[in-house]
DNA sequence: AATCTGTTTCTCCACCTTGA
DNA sequence: TCAAGGTGGAGAAACAGATT
């Protein structure tokens, strides 16, 4: 049997043909609600897998008004099952099957949830199931955009810019003969392979539409696609993301390892940002003796400045949210919407690193929360019963 | 198990707007 | 004036729940 913990050795993406499906397929809820899973995730950590929200909150955001509603819903997802078969030669060398959601829990007002170890692993490099994209395939909330993103992502390991024909486009996303139109095909299809690509994978992609002429309303023929540049790694890429800070300092270094552990330690100790202030208030401060520098900036926390006005208004969003819950859910929203519009723009995605989200969720009546690293300043305010107040600044540098 | 009934989702299209 | 861009909605299909 394959090796599901560490399937390096089978050179595996060249050697194997595979495929990946569920017994029964997953409605629109069903998504929705595992996408508020793979948000929890990225505070998951190895001790405690487990994920957990109060009930009221998962009600509201399913629209269920009873805990036996809920439960139904529970028991049938937990029947859901994904299937995968791997083939070398054509021929099939293993396959299986797990279950998405091994259990839930009601107990005292919360509902507790334990991913598949399948699906956990997926999100660690060199598993099987990462190599599976098991998931993307589970979070992803079209088919199609899996498919999309295991045809693309491997064409953009030596390039930056990929070019794909309409006629083949159309075959990868299974849409060869509907939407004629491109229009509703863009819509329909395109807009929604990618905005999933860019919400649950690292890679941050975007489209030109290649057209006959010049004109700006020559049919269009191909889609030319771009990979603008990495986000930092996924929720659960700490090693990535230390590897990034690392870079920043390396040519200033002696023991690169010795500093390597050390930012790997704050970033799980404290967080991204953490590591990322002070990294920066060193260069800025300090020329010469950096990695002692370094070290006392990481100990005292002194790149923490005080706050400034270089930040303007971005977004502002005043509405009545029943819960913090469901307020979080909306400032992820705009988070990601500020990702997408501002150009190079990827810092709002470290904010996953941190426990930034653990602490919108506590948040209590009339509660104030201000945040500010040195791109982004967010500023909320809760209100149970009347409208809460969010608010986004972006530096002006940015 | 078969039927019906109301709801959601998918696909396509008529019609309108926009800009070269 | 033309074709692409955009909107809303019709009709079909799929689905879920209730009833027989």
Redesign the pocket.
Known sequence: MLNIYNSQQFNFLKKHNFSVFTN??L???EKKFLKTLYISCGIIDKNNSEISYKTEDILSILNYDSIA?LE??LN?IISKRVFYRIEEDNKLLQNGSFGIINSYSVYKGKVYFLLSEEILLSFVEKTLFSYLKIDKFIFME?NFSYNLYLYLIPLFYNQKEVNIELDKLKNILN?E????????F????LKKAIEDIVTFSKYNLSYY?M?TG???????TAIKFILNNKKPGNYFDVKYAANELLNMVKSHITNINEMYELILLYIVKRNYDYVLLNIKYVLANYTDNIEKHLKRALLYDLGNTEKTDKYTLYVEDIAHFKTPFILQMNLWRHLNKVSSEIPDYDDVNRLYYSDFFKKIIKLKDKEEFDFTNDSVRIFIKYNVKEESIIRIYIHKEV
């Not at 003969?177 to 509703?184: G, H, Q």
């Open positions: 029964k397929s409605n629109k809820k509603r139904k819903f049938n079209e849409a003969t509907s939407y004629e139109r491109f229009y509703d863009e819509k329909y299809i539409k057209k010049k004109n700006i309303n020559n049919k269009v």
